[in-house]
């Protein structure tokens, strides 16, 4: 009864995602109720290939975990071999034998169950440890399956760099719990200048292998320490422990160079750039969230700035940043509530003085800074996209006010408007066709 119940937990915790330290202790304690008076123990290599153990003897029963230690079992070497055979025995002195039930996943033995037997006991005993073997090497299968289902959810499919949710996890256990002293850090954002022409000219399959280079090259010059990820699209970032402002300048200058070199795409090459933004703890922040969103920042203060280059974060870039977030939840609000105006400039023929067209001009009667010039907004509404509404409300305005000025006799023979060119790409462009 004491052995069913012993096999039952263990079964438990396999079923239950228990970790090896648990697992192996568990296998440990039912060698000892299957075998009392010998000495038995559970060896095998973490996810990260350090190696623990866990043993009892019969004048110590209890079980005792030990790790990392050395590749090797006490006493003897440990079969991490190809050509291990299901069972290895062999004498170790004392008149025993040491009986070594290898797990093995392909040709690698990640684990073993071994017990100190005399050399007397019959195979057919063993048959019990083999079972604890097998229910072992089934944990480790479920361990695998599980690591390969968190590696798939936290890396990116494309490059092999970690991805949104891999980059957060790194970050939570970086600077999660830091307390007052966070240790000091940097946390830098990348993205490609003008990734958009390679897919356009290219095609998108290009693009990713545009991308996919790009991940190798950083990758390949950041420092061993670092987590370089691939948040999403075109833009990637990297989580350089222990550096200062200077080593994380030097970081960001290598990946613009490297960026800047040609790529090779379809057999012909191509020329990308890149800009950086910085944020450093404890600078600029003490938190992952922070430290991502500052370094947003710095990176649209470097693309303002004139592009390929690297700007590390500063109080006023925040400030321009959250004066824009506002303006643009502003402008948002101005289009819904009609708070645009169209003025008219006249164009005034030098010759005889008669006004013969208008140049149609938007203006932004704002609620409370006043009368606002294109300056002020147009570049804004460009960036987030709400230019096409705004380019169809001025065309249909200055159309209606011509037809009003044709009813009403004014020799006004022609109005020109300024239209953004990204109109012609945005959803208004069927609309603007119409107009």
């Known amino acids: 009864i004491q052995a069913l119940e012993g096999v039952a937990a263990v079964d438990r915790d396999i079923l239950s995602g228990a970790g090896m330290h648990r697992l192996a202790a568990r296998m440990v304690e039912q060698l000892g109720v299957l075998f009392p008076m010998a000495t038995a123990g559970v060896s095998w290599q973490d996810a990260d290939f350090s190696a623990f153990a866990a043993r009892r003897t019969p004048d110590r029963p209890e079980v005792e975990v030990r790790g990392p230690v050395p590749l090797e079992f006490e006493p003897g070497p440990v079969f991490d071999r190809s050509d291990a055979s299901e069972t290895l025995v062999g004498p170790i002195g004392s008149g025993l034998r040491r009986t070594v039930l290898p797990v093995k996943q392909g040709d690698r033995t990640v684990a073993v169950v071994w017990l100190d037997l005399p050399p007397s006991t019959a195979d057919a005993l063993l048959k019990p440890a083999v079972d604890l073997r097998d229910r072992l090497a089934v944990a480790f299968a479920v361990r695998a399956r599980d690591e390969e289902l968190m590696h798939q959810a936290t890396h990116d499919g494309l490059t092999g760099l970690a991805n949104r949710e891999g980059l957060h996890r790194h970050l939570q256990q970086r600077f999660d719990g830091a307390g007052a002293s966070p240790t000091e850090a940097a946390v830098l954002f990348i993205d490609l200048d003008h990734f958009k022409d390679v897919n356009d000219t290219q095609g998108h399959a290009a693009g990713d292998e545009l991308l996919r280079q790009v991940g190798e090259r950083l990758r390949a010059g950041a420092p061993a320490d ?12 990297m989580l350089l422990p222990a550096a200062d402002e200077a080593q994380a300048l030097a970081v960001a200058t290598r990946a613009i160079h490297d960026i800047r070199q040609p790529f090779l795409l379809n057999g012909r090459n191509h020329s ?16 992952g969230a922070d430290l991502l969103r500052r370094a947003d920042i710095a990176l649209y203060a470097a693309k303002a700035g004139g592009r390929g280059q690297a700007a590390v974060f500063s109080v006023a870039q925040d400030t321009a940043a959250q004066a824009r977030v506002t303006l643009l939840a502003e402008l948002r609000t101005a289009l819904e509530r009609s708070e645009f105006v169209a003025h008219y400039q006249p164009r005034v023929c030098p010759a005889d003085g008669r006004i013969s067209s208008v140049e149609a001009l938007i203006r932004w009667q704002h609620p409370v800074r006043g009368l606002l010039y294109p300056g002020a907004f147009i570049e804004l509404a460009e960036s987030s996209g709400l230019i096409g509404r705004m380019g169809h409300w001025m065309l249909e305005t200055a159309c209606a006010q011509m037809a009003v000025w044709q009813r009403d006799g004014v020799p006004i023979e ?6 953004s060119c990204l109109l012609y790409t945005s959803d208004a462009a069927d609309d603007l066709t119409r107009v």
């Open 272 to 287: 990308v750039g890149a800009s950086v933004g910085i944020a450093l703890c404890p600078q600029h922040g003490c938190t």
């Open 226 to 237: 670092a987590v370089v990820a691939r948040p999403g699209g075109d833009e990637f970032a």
């Open 414 to 419: 022609r109005v020109s408007v300024n239209v």
